[in-house]
Structures are given as C-alpha cells and as structure tokens.
C-alpha cells in the first residue's frame, strides 16, 4: 500500500456476477451467462482506482477459482487487495442477474464467503491511515459475523475521525419479512456517517414519507451530514442540511443500469479523497455542486456499458464524453 493519506478503504462484498445475456428475459427463462465481477462496495472502490485515485479493499472471497478472478480483477485495477482474504473453508459468494430492455435488472445471491468476516480478521493500525472508509455493502447488514464486524468499524472509524461514506443498498429479495431490520439497521449506520447516498426507495423506506426534502431531513436528523440521493436519468438531489438541489445528468442510452449507484459513489469519494479535509467543503454547496455533477456523468458512463468493474471509465473518458 502506498504510504500516503488519501486512501478511500471499502469494506463489503465482492462475488461473481452472472449476467443473463438473454436481454429481456428473467432467470426463470433465461439460458446463457456472462461472468463479471461485482459486489457494490468493490465496484466503488474498482471506480476510484480507475479514475487515478487510492482505494483498498477489505472484504474475503473462497480460496477457489472464483475467488482467484476476482482478486484478478481487482488488482487489474490497482486496487489495494492486501487486506482481502481468501477463505479455504467457503466457497466465493455468487449472484445471477438478468438485465431488462429498460437496462433495469433483477438478480438473487448465492452467498458464500463475504458474510464470515471477523473484526479480529481487520488490522486496525492500517485502517487508521484511511482518510475515508466507505460502508456501501448490500449483504453486510443481513447478520453476523459480518454486520458486527460492520458496526464494529464504524465505530472504531468515527473514534479515529475517519470520514465515513454510506450506502444502505437495500435489495428487497434478501430483506423480505425483515423490512423493519433493515431500517433500524440503517438507522445505525446513518448515525455515524459523514456522507449518505441513497435511491429514492430507500429514502422512502427509511424515513416512512416519499416527500424527498421531508425524507432528506430525517436522514439528517439520524445524523448524515450530507446526502445525496440518486434518481436515474434524473439526476441527484443533493443535501447538504442548509441547501438541497437537483443536480442534473447527462442524456444517455442506458443498456445495463448495474453498477452505476457505486461508480457514483466512487467518482464522489474520489474528489473527497484529494481534499485535505472533505468536511470542510459540505458548507462550500457551489462546490458540492460541481462534485455530484461529476459523478453522475461517471455513473451514466457506466449505464451505456454491460457489467460493473468492466464499465468503469477512467478520469479521461468521463472529461472527454459527449
């Protein structure tokens, strides 16, 4: 790892994404697959290392095959994968995911290894050298060993005075029944964050109203400094608690929406990570503006491309896109 101080550490999952090249149809008639590798918080940290900046991910895999490519994938992008481990007693976790002609998608996990992280698995002394640790996992909160080791780091990251990103990832298929958990789980985790970025689904889910700017200042009165919440082709509106604004996107022809939610949130950390303090600028909202407009065209890159880590564009394309 290089020693210097603007290292973005994302913790969570990385699998293998099975996409259903039968464009339109669901997994229950679709027949041919693509591999990828996926998981959100390895593809906001695969984003930040495409654009030029310093990311390490922290999260286990199978000691198979698996495993092996997606350690490859990574390291393909410069990501840091030293604190990444490869379990030799269970099996890399696995998603299958069918794509629609709208470029929406639906998908189901076969979960493996990621779930059986241990806090005592973490080495403290060099997270204590992040400058931002992002909590963007959509099966961390699910259950234990992993949604302690969760907890157990935000904690420690907000002793340390680590900038904490977070992204609930609500997936609906893996909290059926446990809506309620879901939410008094994010709850926790928007207690302790700097910057949350949410759907407009999860906003209406944690906070019980679908007015947005109603639903925004609940987040902050959980305690999120900064929030933004990603409405597609619509663009992002962003909260900083004394200002909120829609900020638009760019027009694109959306083929596969996967992945662009964490290359938004990449794209955003990475320009927090070149700043010496990135709390400094949640009052500078001009600034804050031209940050999210960044990001948006980052993730609507990524729609007009199929897969996640293989989408992402690097710091040239995003300014050179028309």
Same mark, same amino acid.
């Given at each position: 790892?290089?020693?210097?101080?603007?290292?973005?550490?994302?913790?969570?999952?990385?699998?293998?994404?099975?996409?259903?090249?039968?464009?339109?149809?669901?997994?229950?008639?679709?027949?041919?697959?693509?591999?990828?590798?996926?998981?959100?918080?390895?593809?906001?940290?695969?984003?930040?290392?495409?654009?030029?900046?310093?990311?390490?991910?922290?999260?286990?895999?199978?000691?198979?095959?698996?495993?092996?490519?997606?350690?490859?994938?990574?390291?393909?992008?410069?990501?840091?994968?030293?604190?990444?481990?490869?379990?030799?007693?269970?099996?890399?976790?696995?998603?299958?995911?069918?794509?629609?002609?709208?470029?929406?998608?639906?998908?189901?996990?076969?979960?493996?290894?990621?779930?059986?992280?241990?806090?005592?698995?973490?080495?403290?002394?060099?997270?204590?050298?992040?400058?931002?640790?992002?909590?963007?996992?959509?099966?961390?909160?699910?259950?234990?060993?992993?949604?302690?080791?969760?907890?157990?780091?935000?904690?420690?990251?907000?002793?340390?005075?680590?900038?904490?990103?977070?992204?609930?990832?609500?997936?609906?298929?893996?909290?059926?029944?446990?809506?309620?958990?879901?939410?008094?789980?994010?709850?926790?985790?928007?207690?302790?964050?700097?910057?949350?970025?949410? $759907?407009? %689904?999860? !906003?209406?889910? /944690?906070?019980?109203? =679908?007015? &947005?700017?109603?639903? +925004?200042?609940?987040?902050?009165?959980?305690?999120?400094?900064?929030?933004?919440?990603?409405?597609?082709?619509?663009?992002?509106?962003?909260?900083?608690?004394?200002?909120?604004?829609?900020?638009?996107?760019?027009?694109?022809?959306?083929?596969?929406?996967?992945?662009?939610?964490?290359?938004?949130?990449?794209?955003?950390?990475?320009?927090?990570?070149?700043?010496?303090?990135?709390?400094?600028?949640?009052? $500078?909202? %001009?600034? !804050?503006?031209? /940050?999210?407009?960044? =990001?948006? &065209?980052?993730?609507? +890159?990524?729609?007009?491309?199929?897969?996640?880590?293989?989408?992402?564009?690097?710091?040239?394309?995003?300014?050179?896109?028309?």
């Amino acid at each position: 790892m290089r020693n210097k101080n603007n290292y973005v550490f994302c913790i969570g999952e990385l699998l293998i994404d099975f996409f259903c090249t039968d464009i339109d149809l669901d997994l229950v008639e679709g027949s041919n697959f693509l591999k990828k590798a996926g998981g959100a918080p390895a593809n906001v940290a695969a984003t930040i290392s495409k654009l030029g900046g310093d990311s390490s991910f922290i999260g286990k895999v199978g000691n198979d095959p698996f495993g092996n490519f997606l350690v490859q994938e990574l390291d393909n992008v410069n990501v840091d994968t030293s604190m990444l481990i490869k379990d030799k007693y269970s099996l890399t976790t696995m998603a299958f995911v069918s794509l629609k002609a709208n470029g929406e998608r639906d998908f189901i996990f076969n979960r493996g290894a990621d779930g059986l992280f241990y806090y005592n698995e973490l080495d403290e002394e060099r997270i204590r050298k992040a400058k931002i640790i992002h909590f963007g996992s959509a099966t961390a909160l699910l259950n234990d060993p992993f949604q302690e080791t969760y907890f157990k780091l935000m904690k420690f990251a907000k002793e340390q005075n680590i900038f904490i990103s977070f992204d609930p990832n609500f997936r609906a298929n893996l909290w059926e029944n446990r809506e309620q958990e879901f939410i008094e789980l994010a709850n926790k985790g928007i207690n302790y964050a700097d910057f949350v970025k949410v $759907s407009e %689904e999860e !906003l209406e889910i /944690i906070s019980g109203t =679908s007015d &947005k700017q109603n639903g +925004i200042n609940h987040l902050h009165q959980l305690g999120a400094k900064l929030v933004a919440v990603t409405l597609g082709k619509e663009g992002t509106l962003l909260s900083n608690g004394k200002e909120s604004e829609t900020i638009s996107s760019i027009n694109i022809i959306s083929i596969d929406s996967t992945g662009a939610g964490d290359a938004f949130v990449g794209a955003t950390l990475f320009q927090f990570a070149q700043l010496d303090s990135p709390r400094n600028l949640f009052d $500078s909202f %001009e600034k !804050l503006k031209e /940050i999210i407009a960044f =990001s948006n &065209k980052v993730a609507a +890159i990524v729609c007009t491309k199929i897969g996640a880590i293989t989408s992402l564009p690097d710091y040239d394309e995003v300014i050179n896109f028309k």
